[in-house]
T-cell receptor
Framework: EAQVTQNPRYLITVTGKKLTVTCSQN?????MSWYRQDPGLGLRQIYY???????DKGDVPEGYKVSRKEKRNFPLILESPSPNQTSLYFC?????????????FGSGTRLTVV | EDKVVQSPLSLVVHEGDTVTLNCSYE??????LLWYKQEKKAPTFLFML????IEKKSGRLSSILDKKELFSILNITATQTGDSAVYLC???????????FGDGTTLTVKP
């Protein structure tokens, strides 16, 4: 089944403890992107990647890192999480990153930083 | 900075009503506008609009884009409780990979 898989689905952590949220797609998509969604707000783009070893900042990259060492994986790294990074995170992928290629979204990761 | 504004922020209607959701945008190098439906999980794709004045329809949902006035509307006729969701508008620029989402409209349809 074609899908984007995020792990974990839920995570509670403490301030300053490094964490990684994984994202993997099995559709051979070149484009992948990370978003965060806060209550009452739409999706805000954190980072995106047009292809292996190519990453770019979105609108809210501060406090996050990403890597794209292989096409299928695009992990989101929080080196020193803070409470303002408590949010719902979505990973998405598509063939090119440009419509009409539709995005396939992962199921989301709900992160709480205490 | 690219900007997408949706209105209203929330809306409560009764089954059978018709609703119109609005999305206005200011985007450098506009390419496409997409509508998504989100029901407590990942967004699902509804429509993509690229050209002005061409209505897209899918069942009771329809959408149209006005590139001169920089807005789009999403219409839902004969609403059902299953239409209750957050509706997101997103604009994609020609800068490959860059997208900007609005804050969404929360629609609640009461029986």
């Amino acid at each position: 089944e074609a899908q984007v898989t995020q792990n974990p689905r839920y995570l509670i952590t403490v301030t300053g403890k490094k964490l990684t949220v994984t994202c993997s797609q099995n559709m051979n998509h070149e484009y992948m992107s990370w978003y965060r969604q806060d209550p009452g707000l739409g999706l805000r783009q954190i980072y995106y990647s047009m292809n292996v070893e190519v990453t770019d900042k979105g609108d809210v990259p501060e406090g996050y890192k990403v890597s794209r060492k292989e096409k299928r994986n695009f992990p989101l790294i929080l080196e020193s999480p803070s409470p303002n990074q408590t949010s719902l995170y979505f990973c998405a992928s598509s063939f090119s990153g440009l419509p009409p290629d539709g995005y396939t979204f992962g199921s989301g990761t709900r992160l709480t930083v205490v | 900075e690219d900007k997408v504004v949706q209105s209203p922020l929330s809306l409560v209607v009764h089954e059978g009503d018709t609703v119109t959701l609005n999305c206005s945008y200011e985007v450098t190098n506009f390419r496409s506008l997409l509508w998504y439906k989100q029901e407590k999980k990942a967004p699902t794709f509804l429509f993509m609009l690229t050209s002005s004045g061409i209505e897209k329809k899918s069942g009771r949902l329809s959408s149209i884009l006005d590139k001169k006035e920089l807005f789009s509307i999403l219409n839902i006729t004969a609403t059902q409780t299953g239409d209750s969701a957050v509706y997101l508008c997103a604009v994609f620029s020609t800068n490959a990979g860059k997208s900007t989402f609005g804050d969404g409209t929360t629609l609640t349809v009461k029986p």
